[in-house]
């Protein structure tokens, strides 16, 4: 049923209850939700996500000079938040917290997908962008930092740049082919895992996301990147997710009936 049906024309039969429907997740934003919620959700989320992965990088420090320490205390505080924020949220707006995974959604949906549309994006991306800010201000003023000092960590380098494009490509090609596969219900544990053991084979510590990016750009802790570095680590990241999006065409390529039209 779509939200220009009348009510009523649905058969029984076919009639399903909110329990037994699929939850939606990253890949599949729930259609009926009110757009307000779910860019409030969006903001919320990757306000929450970014605090999780400043706040711990911080704290993280404050507990031990070891570096292998820090960075472990910081990606397993991220796995754990991570896959809560997408069990949580996923239902009200699919949980992207990325304007790559939302940008590659929309580029889906405009090729016959599911996915949002440019009006959804619209809304989505300045709400994560937004929440990214604010998520990185918050953890600075739990932990008696300044509310904003601009980081001085550069990661200008090419081989960082290779880590997000690997990192970023990575993650949509999990998403989209969980998707593709009928497996978000997966989404929260396989996402969550994924950036987890990026943090640890990406040369940058994979990033993989333009809003985070720039929410880390607020804070000149642990976990910050210099603006000067936003930039090209923006691009990288979009460019993966354009190599994503073609690996999933490729290795998802769905068949043709006899009468040449794609599977369902």
């Known amino acids: 049923m779509t939200a220009t049906e009348p009510v009523g024309t649905v058969p029984a039969a076919e009639t399903v209850t909110a329990a037994d429907a699929p939850p939606p997740a990253p890949g599949a934003t729930p259609p009926r939700t009110p757009l307000i919620a779910r860019a409030a959700a969006e903001l919320v989320g990757t306000a929450a996500l970014v605090a999780v992965v400043v706040g711990s990088g911080i704290q993280a420090t ?118 593709r596969t009928d ?37 000149d802790t642990f976990a910050g990147i210099a603006p000067a570095s936003v930039p090209a680590f923006i691009g990288a990241q979009l460019a993966g997710a354009v190599a994503g999006l073609a690996l999933v065409a490729v290795i998802f390529m769905r068949g043709k009936t006899g009468s040449g039209q794609p599977a369902a």
């Open 183 to 219: 497996r978000l219900r997966f989404a929260p544990v396989a996402v969550a895992s994924y950036i987890g053991a990026a943090y640890w084979f990406t040369s940058s510590t994979s990033f993989a996301n333009p809003a985070v990016t720039i929410g880390r750009a607020f804070t």
């Open 62 to 179: 404050e507990l031990t000079q070891d570096v292998a320490l820090q960075l472990l205390a910081n990606s397993t505080a991220t796995v754990f938040g991570l896959g809560v924020l997408i069990a949580l949220l996923g239902p009200v707006s699919g949980a992207h917290f990325n304007p790559a995974v939302t940008l590659a959604e929309w580029w889906t949906a405009r090729r016959g997908g599911a996915g949002v549309n440019a009006r959804e994006a619209a809304a989505y991306i300045p709400a994560q962008i937004v929440g990214a800010i604010a998520g990185a201000v918050l953890a600075d003023a739990m932990f008696g930092e300044p509310l904003v000092k601009w980081s001085t960590h550069d990661r200008s380098a090419g081989h960082l740049l290779l880590g997000e494009v690997v990192a970023t490509a990575g993650l949509i090609l999990l998403i989209f082919g969980l998707a």
